[in-house]
């Protein structure tokens, strides 16, 4: 091989290691973008879900005004799962609010003195007792849920049918995520009315 030859060869060699650094570092310098990207797009999504959740949180506040003067929140979450389970044992009861019994008995208490529950003997073991629903906490339960459910219509209302679509993919994705089942049509039987499931209630 002459001079010239080698010469050439040795710069074609120089020519492709270049082109192979360069294309290391591009791939490197695009994965370290795309790794940016999703954390912010990952800040960008829990940052727009925290603010959903104060508008969702006020709207829920706002739904219990009108009882708020005869039971408390807690109060409220215990008459959503005697309406979700029915007939219920006051062991099982504090456990599904995650209580003592000594505090959930406490709070049956005030339920019954409001008129909102009451107590009946378990026909299958007359040595238990079970917590019920009257229909007046019944009622409280289902005025409850209808107010917070308009008030969220309306808010929704407010969106054009594109932006209506792509939150109603957003957040059954995301409630697929956390494991929440779907909030039935309105005139289907609601087994969590104000999204507190057996598993769920804190």
């Known amino acids: 091989m002459s001079d010239v030859e080698k010469d050439v060869a040795t710069d074609v060699d120089a020519d492709t290691n270049t082109n192979s650094n360069t294309s290391t570092s591009t791939d490197a310098a695009a994965a370290a973008a795309a790794a940016a990207a999703d954390v912010d797009d990952v800040d960008a999504v829990t940052r727009a879900v925290l603010t959903a959740s104060r508008v969702l949180v006020a709207v829920s506040a706002r739904s219990l005004a009108e009882v708020e003067e005869r039971v408390t929140l807690p109060q409220v979450r215990m008459l959503v799962v005697l309406s979700t389970r029915g007939a219920t044992k006051l062991v099982t009861l504090a456990d599904l609010l995650q209580v003592a019994p000594s505090t959930a008995m406490r709070m049956v208490d005030r339920l019954i003195a409001a008129g ?4 009946q003997t378990n026909p299958g073991n007359r040595r238990e007792t079970l917590l019920q629903l009257t229909e007046e906490g019944r009622r409280t339960v289902e005025d409850v849920t209808a107010r917070r459910r308009a008030e969220i219509a309306t808010i929704v209302e407010r969106l054009t049918p594109t932006q209506r679509t ?21 005139h289907d039987a609601e087994p969590h009315p104000l999204g507190w ?4 209630t804190t």
């Open 197 to 200: 499931g057996d598993a769920t």
């Open 166 to 186: 792509a939150i109603v993919e957003a957040l059954t994705a995301f409630n697929e995520a956390g494991g929440e089942p779907p909030v039935p049509a309105v």
């Open 116 to 119: 909102l529950a009451d107590r």
